[in-house]
């Protein structure tokens, strides 16, 4: 059974650094092809993706946010972490964690299959 | 980067109506990087279709998809009253604003 959860602060301050943890279970980043994005939603608009981490330690970011963010991984513990710098209001969201698996190794097909429940995050002062 | 629009952004039906949601890419996307999901307040996309047409373990068959290049079709044949709920369209990374289907 897949499972993943996010965790982290509701709120930060404008101009804060935040860190949020996603901890999953049922896959391992071990295994050839597993990946984990974060996902955000502001209120009442489209869901953005921002980052992927793969199996290899690939990184792949959001082109508009990417010197923002770090993604890691923490493999024999099971967690993904997101780190946004120089954090704003605008960024007040529901962040989400999710598996995807790489194309090469789930037949070409590529989609988000598993999600956490999601983080809402404040960024107010 | 591809930008992606969804039509309607309202729909507003019956139960045991047909629904039909439109995408549409900016670029050509391959089927294989095309997917939908239904999204029910509060809570996180649940996976419907991927591949364009291929249903999602679990998923009714009153859902299907359809498309290619630019313009991808999600139809609900017969709305129950779980559908009820937006549905956003995912080309590669991208996704779409969401259509809303709620009750007339």
């Known amino acids: 059974q897949v499972t993943l959860r996010e965790s982290g602060p509701a709120l930060v301050k404008p101009t804060q650094t935040l860190t949020l943890t996603c901890t999953f279970s049922?896959?391992?980043?071990?295994?050839?092809?597993?990946?984990v994005s974060w996902i955000r939603q502001s209120p009442g608009k489209a869901l953005e993706w921002l980052a992927l981490i793969d199996w290899g330690d690939d990184k792949n970011y959001n082109s508009s946010l990417q010197t923002r963010l770090t993604i890691s991984k923490d493999t024999s513990r099971n967690q993904v972490v997101l780190t946004m710098t120089n954090m704003d209001p605008v960024d007040t969201a529901t962040y989400f964690c999710a598996r995807i698996q790489s194309p090469g190794y789930n037949s070409g097909w590529h989609y988000f299959d598993f999600w956490g429940q999601g983080a809402q995050v404040t960024v107010s002062s | 980067e591809i930008v992606v629009t969804q039509s309607p952004g309202t729909l507003s039906l019956s139960p045991g109506e047909r629904a039909t949601l439109s995408c549409r890419a900016s670029q050509s996307v391959s089927v294989s990087y095309f997917a939908w999901y239904q999204q029910k307040p509060g809570k996180a996309p649940r996976l419907l279709i991927y591949g364009a047409s291929r249903r999602a373990a679990g998923i009714p068959d009153r859902f299907s998809g359809s498309g290619s290049g630019t313009d991808f079709t999600l139809t609900i044949s017969r709305l129950e009253p779980e559908d009820f709920a937006v549905y956003v369209c995912l080309a590669e990374f991208t996704f779409g604003p969401g259509t809303k289907v709620d009750l007339k």
């Open positions: 049922g896959f391992s980043l071990h295994t050839s092809g597993m990946c």
